[in-house]
């Protein structure tokens, strides 16, 4: 058997009856490749049922929750005044030197079974979830979190208190896509599977859902998410905050507009100005 199908049998299996030992030795060979980058949770991908390029490994996620499952709590306490307790299964990622990360002391946690590749800089407080995988020369800033599953390209830029949304919790199919040169501003959250394009700047402040439709000023559209296509950002696309009157007596009655994002413009020279990144900081 391969080992997506030893996953998901043991996956459909019911948790009492099932032999934990031969479970945990498939889990460790599938959380060392997650560790490696050569098991992702969404892979490029131009085959029958991809979207937009990406094709999405659900067999990952059932090996991360099969790990939860499978996991004991356990003491990860240093000492008797930092006390920790967790799965047995997820500890954190063990990173040395020679995987070239920068991980600058303060508050950050990288969980096992996530992939970073050398030259990402991470500054505190950070978190990586389990199954994420951030590309290199990625930079997380502090406050970041980039949930679990979620696939951050190369060379972006995830500001301080940017919220990359995971797809273990709430159970969501799609994880989010952040694909290569995306500057992702301040206090962002994206959501739901969202995927962003290359190159797209996300303003600060804004939030996308799998439910926040998203105004192309540009292009005169109105992107949302289908039954069969996740909120996908163009390429280039320039998105900043909104508002939107909404229809309805009672609401035009009392002024009410809600948030909405918008696309104002495609990158342009005096984008690629105000997102540059600062090479001697990486
Ligand atoms: C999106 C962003 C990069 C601006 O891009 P830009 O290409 O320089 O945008 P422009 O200045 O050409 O703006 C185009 C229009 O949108 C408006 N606009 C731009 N950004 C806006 C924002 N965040 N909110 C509201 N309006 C905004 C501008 O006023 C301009 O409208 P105008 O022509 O009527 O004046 C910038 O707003 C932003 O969010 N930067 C991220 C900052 C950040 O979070 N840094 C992280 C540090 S940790």
Redesign the pocket.
Known sequence: MTLKEQIEDFFNQDAGSLDRDAALRTFNEFKFFLNQGEIRAADRSTEDGSVDGWSVNSWVKKGILLGFRLGQMHDYSPNAQFRYFDKSTFPLKSLSLEHGVRVVPGGTSVRDGSFVAPNVVIMPPAYINVGAYVDEGTMV?SHALVGSCAQVGKRV?L??ATQVGGVLEPVGAMPVIIEDDV?V????GIYEGAIVKRRA?????VILTGSTPVYDLVKGAIYRRTATRPLVIPEGA?????SRHIDGDFARQHHIAIYTPVI??Y??E??D???ALEESLR
Do not use: E, P
């Open positions: 800033d830029h500001s301080a500057m501003g301040g206090n962002c700047v996300i303003g600060a402040g320039v998105v900043i905050q909104g104002i413009k990158r342009d005096k984008t100005a105000a997102t």
